[in-house]
């Protein structure tokens, strides 16, 4: 997992739950990386999993509520840090259609070992569009989080349907209805 992930997720325990709380969570998990990432390096995925269970053990929010949040968080940093990639989608729609098809695979150019999701999207009609996301790290809930930040940021309203389609979670459903 890309550093960027990990100093974007001690930026939001930091500021949701104070400093503290980030040295509370890197001393009580006792990982490799001691806490210490770059945003160019790359870590075992396993160190986020576990430094969210322990965030979430502290604060008595859930991991899905937390990535959730997570994902608020990184699409910001997205839009600061990869403008281009939000220049030519009109709506939410062309650009949750580009993340498969433009934007992860330019993300795995940039990065080789990035480690991305894959999405089957297909627009069901106007007002709909069903993604299913696959990844063995089972992040859909960090998914959930950018595409509500999606459609905030073209100032669209909408549901977002969310059924697994496994029991690890590897594989979720996606439907978004705009309203
Ligand atoms: C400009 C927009 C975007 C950029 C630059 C971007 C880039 C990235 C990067 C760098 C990672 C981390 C990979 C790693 O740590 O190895 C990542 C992961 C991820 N991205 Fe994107 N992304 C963008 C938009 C989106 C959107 C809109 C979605 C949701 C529909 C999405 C879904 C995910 C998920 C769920 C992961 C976590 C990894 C996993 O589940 O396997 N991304 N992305």
Redesign the pocket.
């Known amino acids: 997992?890309?550093g960027?992930?990990f100093t974007e997720f001690f930026e939001l325990v930091e500021d949701n739950f104070g400093y503290e709380m980030v040295d509370k969570i890197i001393i009580n998990t006792d990982l490799p990386s001691k806490g210490v990432y770059t945003a160019v390096g790359?870590y075992s995925?396993t160190e986020i999993v576990i430094l969210l269970m322990e965030l979430s053990k502290q604060t008595k929010v859930s991991p899905g509520e937390l990535l959730r949040l997570f994902?608020h968080k990184?699409?910001d940093t997205?839009?600061n840090?990869?403008g281009m990639?939000?220049e030519k989608p009109t709506s939410s729609f062309e650009?949750?259609t580009s993340?498969e098809e433009y934007?992860?695979v330019?993300?795995k150019k940039l990065?080789p070992?990035?480690?991305?999701?894959s999405?089957d999207t297909e627009m069901l009609n106007e007002k709909s569009l069903k993604?299913v996301?696959k990844?063995?790290?089972?992040?859909?809930m960090?998914?959930k989080g950018?595409?509500e930040?999606?459609l905030e940021h073209y100032e669209e309203k909408g549901e977002i349907q969310m059924t697994p389609m496994n029991e690890e979670g590897s594989i979720v459903e996606f439907i978004i209805t705009l309203s």
Do not use: Q, W
């Open positions: 997992m890309k960027i992930v790359t995925h994902g990184l699409f997205f839009k840090s990869y990639f939000f650009l949750l993340v934007i992860h330019e993300v990065y070992d990035a480690t991305l999701p999405f993604m996301y990844s063995e790290r089972s992040m859909s960090l998914a950018l595409i930040k999606s």
